[in-house]
């Protein structure tokens, strides 16, 4: 998984921190590091979490932790599962788990970005694909952005499109891939043909460079 590849490479890093801690926090102290998710995807996910009693999610969310940086304030900035999170809140939890990857709590704003930039742990493009400042990333998980692209690369992975890659934001490049060969209004009037469709654009010689690629 992402956070996985982010714990090797601040072993490589300078920092100020590397806790490598679980504790708990609260759903309103976690910020994300993108700008979008796939709510498809999240829908999936908060349905499932809806359906487990209160200790089995409990346990649910202790064995799956949110990978997170100490950022300035003492906040807790996401860096991988945001889908999880997002999904969580919309299945009503009020707190989590978060697994301290590293501190940057007495960095200024300015350090901070920079320093998330440089290890690859933000990703601000919003849900059309566009590069934004670090000030359009939102405060809260309630604030991330619809990319249904963002969806799509996820059910294709799940459809047997591609293979799950550790690489950096590998379902987002999926998700820029599906963007210029379907358009909006197809994947929004037929999303199940969408997917048929992507699945075997997944397949193509044009994606092969792509994290995950796999032949049929």
């Not at 990978?67 to 999880?84: C, E, M, R, T």
């Not at 299945?91 to 440089?118: L, P, Q, V």
């Not at 566009?130 to 996820?154: E, F, T, V, W």
């Amino acid at each position: 998984m992402r956070y996985i590849a982010a714990i090797l490479l601040a072993a490589l890093l300078p920092s100020r921190a590397l806790c490598g801690g679980i504790e708990k926090c609260d759903m309103a102290d976690l910020r994300p590091t993108q700008i979008s998710v796939g709510m498809k995807e999240v829908k999936k996910k908060a349905r499932k979490l809806a359906e487990l009693g209160k200790q089995e999610l409990r346990g649910f969310e202790k064995e799956n932790p949110e990978p997170a940086v100490l950022g300035p304030k003492g906040k807790y900035y996401i860096v991988d599962h945001h889908h999880l999170a997002r999904a969580l809140f919309e299945a009503g939890a009020d707190s989590t788990y978060c697994s301290i990857i590293a501190d940057f709590s007495e960095y200024d704003k300015d350090a901070f970005w920079n320093e998330m930039s440089a290890r690859r742990w933000v990703y601000p493009y919003d849900e059309n694909g566009h590069l934004r400042p670090y000030s359009d990333i939102p405060k809260h998980i309630q604030g991330l952005k619809n990319d249904i692209y963002r969806s799509l690369a996820y059910f294709v992975r799940k459809a047997g499109g591609y293979d799950k890659s550790d690489r950096p934001f590998a379902e987002f490049r999926w998700a820029d891939f599906f963007r210029s060969r379907i358009s909006r209004g197809e994947l929004e009037d037929d999303f199940d043909g969408s997917v048929e469709k992507a699945v075997e654009l997944a397949h193509s010689p044009q994606a092969r460079e792509l994290p995950g690629y796999r032949e049929r």
